[in-house]
């Protein structure tokens, strides 16, 4: 766990000092550590760091985690301003689910792969729902940095 905070607080700093918001880098060291990179540069050394008990944990910590952030989102949330906002809000929200999903419907090969993609909802929410919070603090650092007050 020690290692995972230090690659995205170092990556982080990182994407801070180059002018990006945190939350960029933050996201880069989670691909760079991940079995994406590390895991096929060196599978050995990544299953050692990430044996395959650690990931119940791992995954049972960033739920508490995400359900916190959500929490802290919800208090935050300004409801006139997203009343203003309504039908960017819609439209992003929307694109954000669909344009994806027909993508995915799209490009499947067979209909092997159609099914294996319409039956498997609880992925797509499972990969939705770790982006919110990617996007949320991405778009907050935008906001903080360049907001006039």
Not at 23 to 30: A, D, L, Q, R
Not at 46 to 69: C, D, K, N
């Amino acid at each position: 766990m020690s290692v995972v905070l230090l690659v995205s607080m170092a990556c982080g700093r990182a994407a801070h000092m180059l002018g990006q918001a945190r939350v960029i880098g933050e996201i880069f060291g989670g691909i760079l550590i991940g079995p994406s990179v590390f895991g096929r540069i060196a599978p050995h050394f990544f299953s050692g760091l990430f044996p395959q008990t650690s990931f119940g944990a791992l995954e049972s910590l960033s739920t508490v985690g995400l359900i916190l952030f959500l929490f802290v989102v919800g208090t935050e949330l300004d409801l006139e301003h997203l009343r203003r906002q309504r039908t960017t809000a819609l439209f992003a929200s929307l694109a954000s689910i669909l344009l994806p999903f027909s993508l995915a419907i799209a490009s499947a090969p067979n209909a092997d792969a159609l099914t294996d993609v319409v039956s498997s909802p609880s992925e797509g929410n499972r990969q939705l729902s770790t982006l919110f919070p990617d996007c949320n603090t991405y778009f907050t650092d935008h906001i903080i940095r360049y907001s006039r007050t």
